[in-house]
């Protein structure tokens, strides 16, 4: 379980080493601040609605601030996001990167995508800005360039987690960024009773990613858990 505490643990006032804390309703109210911090414009709240209507789940306004960041934090010019929904990650990342970076997005669905170039063109983003691709992720990024990205966003199937991680790691440019969505599973990532595989797999993720000595980890706790780390 990544060795993380169960919920039956006792966590005291007196904590041992690195145990996480008693969330309080303080906590809660402050973690839902930062979820809104970041108000969102009318392109965001139609691809929100469009992602709704089609019963996808999307990236929460906190984590959707957290990539704008991270972005513009790596002056990121190629950005490769695993999952493109509805648009509302990208249209985030797009922010953030340079105003001659190129999103590469990647989606089973391309319904959804016709969405999404529709939210990147309403939030007022050059067509030549964004490279859809439909298909299955681990079909496609391996025809993608070694060491031609800047950060990889991945945000489809849990069970491709490792997958997602080692085809991120051999795209990524020293220094460039991963970030995977959704670790927290609703909770269960470090519920103690019995769990479906995808969750499963995202404790192996979380394993993975913590120990290995080429990756510079942290776990955001916005949204439903954002897994980064930084390639060395």
């Not at 904590?15 to 414009?41: C, K, L, M, Y």
């Not at 927290?184 to 769990?195: I, K, L």
Request: proline content about 6%; some cysteine; charged content about 25%.
């Amino acid at each position: 379980m990544c060795g993380f505490p169960a919920p039956t643990d006792t966590v005291t006032a007196r904590q041992p080493r690195g145990q996480e804390r008693a969330i309080t309703g303080n906590r809660q109210t402050s973690w839902a601040f930062a979820d809104a911090f970041v108000a969102e414009d009318e392109a965001l709240r139609w691809a929100r609605d469009r992602a709704r209507e089609t019963g996808l789940s999307s990236v929460s306004p906190g984590t959707g601030a957290a990539l704008r960041m991270l972005a513009a934090t790596a002056d990121a010019k190629a950005v490769a996001e695993i999952g493109t929904g509805t648009g509302v990650s990208g249209i985030h990342l797009l922010h953030g990167m340079r105003p001659d970076g190129v999103l590469t997005t990647v989606d089973p669905e391309p319904d959804r995508q016709q969405f999404a170039r529709q939210a990147f063109r309403a939030a007022g983003f050059a067509g030549n800005r964004a490279r859809f691709i439909p298909g299955r992720a681990l079909d496609v990024l391996p025809r993608l360039a070694d060491g031609g990205y800047d950060l990889v966003f991945c945000d489809g199937d849990r069970t491709e987690s490792l997958e997602y991680l080692a085809e991120s790691l051999r795209l990524l440019r020293p220094g460039g960024l991963v970030c995977f969505e959704g670790v927290f599973a609703d909770g269960r990532t470090v519920d103690s009773g019995p769990q479906p595989v995808e969750v499963l797999r995202l404790r192996d993720l979380l394993r993975t990613v913590r120990e290995s000595g080429d990756l510079v980890p942290s776990l955001v706790p916005v949204g439903d858990g954002l897994l980064c780390a930084v390639k060395r």
